[in-house]
């Protein structure tokens, strides 16, 4: 997967939580983000590895956006791993 591709999942992943108000709300409670500040920001990558980190955060979530858009569960793991923060830390 390339980086564009990963910003593709979590722009889906974006509008699958803009969709559905509960999502929505706790998407803004979660990130400190205002409503404003998240569609003028939405696209920035920083923005859409949060929005993946969300979706990751619970199965259930992961598992509807994933049927909504027809993806297979992993892909936003892997989507998240190539947007700023998702790197792998390597103490040793």
Do not use: N
């Not at 706790?26 to 696209?43: E, H, I, N, T």
């Amino acid at each position: 997967m390339k980086a564009d591709q990963a910003e593709l999942i979590a722009i889906q992943a974006l509008g699958h939580i803009a969709s559905e108000e509960e999502l929505l709300y706790a998407f803004v409670d979660m990130s400190g983000l205002s409503p404003d500040d998240l569609r003028a920001r939405a696209a920035e990558p920083e923005i859409l590895g949060g929005v993946l980190d969300f979706i990751l955060m619970d199965e259930q979530r992961l598992i509807a956006f994933c049927e909504t858009v027809r993806l297979r569960p992993e892909m936003p793991g892997i989507a998240r791993k190539l947007l700023p923060g998702g790197e792998e830390v390597h103490w040793t």
